[in-house]
């Protein structure tokens, strides 16, 4: 059960658009459609803005959208904005009835 | 309006237990699978353990199987870790999580297990 693997930061100026990759492998990220997004701002629990690879659950902004190729998940936030700055984590089912995830990035708003 | 609500958390010494619990409201508890996801101060999130519905089948990480044990009680709307010969490295804040569709929507507040001597 390794981590997935995310660069460990990505940043941006305001209104760039920025993508955090989650690399898994075929027993996980590239078995199933089952990938979810996190946004954890710090002393805060996680905030969930993406599921099923690329849903958004309803009040998150259409600023956050996501994408899977292959083992490689990716989530990206356009019009970068302060509020943005936070750390992210995706999740991968792994189909052995467990759930992994990934190493976490720290988004700069430069 | 969900709500999750993680107590039982405290400073405990290696090798000791803990029970934590987790309150459920705003949601059918019953209808849904439920997780724990740990967090080390400073460090990442980890998924710790599943439970379906009628807590027949359970899930653990490789890191915690044997040592924890996932529970539930739907009539009292309330998930329970047991945490049993506890390590340094189980030093974390728990969440109580709501599952959907292949991962987890709503996060209680947490709950912190400090393991010190």
């Known amino acids: 059960q390794s981590a997935l693997t995310q660069p460990a930061s990505v940043s941006g100026s305001p209104g760039q658009s920025i993508a955090i990759s989650c690399t898994g492998s075929s027993s996980d990220v590239g078995a199933y459609n089952y990938v979810s997004w996190y946004q954890q701002h710090p002393g805060k629990a996680p905030k969930f803005i993406i599921y099923d690879v690329s849903t958004r659950p309803s009040g998150v902004s259409d600023r956050f959208s996501g994408s899977k190729s292959g083992n490689t998940a990716s989530l990206t936030i356009s019009g970068l904005q302060t509020e943005d700055e936070a750390d992210y984590y995706c999740i991968s089912h792994t189909g052995t009835g467990t759930y992994v995830f990934g190493t976490g990035t720290k988004v700069t708003v430069l | 309006e969900v709500q999750l609500v993680e107590s039982g958390g405290g400073s405990i010494q290696p090798g000791g237990s803990l029970r934590l619990s987790c309150a459920a409201s705003?949601?059918?508890?019953?209808?849904?699978?439920m997780h724990w996801v740990r967090q080390t101060p400073g460090k990442g999130l980890v998924w710790v353990s599943r439970?379906?519905?009628?807590?027949?089948?359970?899930s653990y990480a490789d890191s915690v199987k044997g040592r924890f044990t996932i529970s539930r009680d739907n009539a009292k709307d309330t998930l329970y870790l047991q945490i049993n010969s506890l390590r340094d490295e189980d030093t974390a804040v728990y969440y109580c999580?709501?599952?959907?569709?292949?991962?987890?929507?709503?996060w209680g507040q947490g709950t912190l297990v400090t393991v010190s001597s």
């Open positions: 439970i379906n519905p009628d807590g027949t089948y359970t």
């Open positions: 705003g949601f059918n508890f019953r209808n849904y699978w």
């Open positions: 999580t709501k599952d959907l569709s292949g991962g987890v929507d709503y």
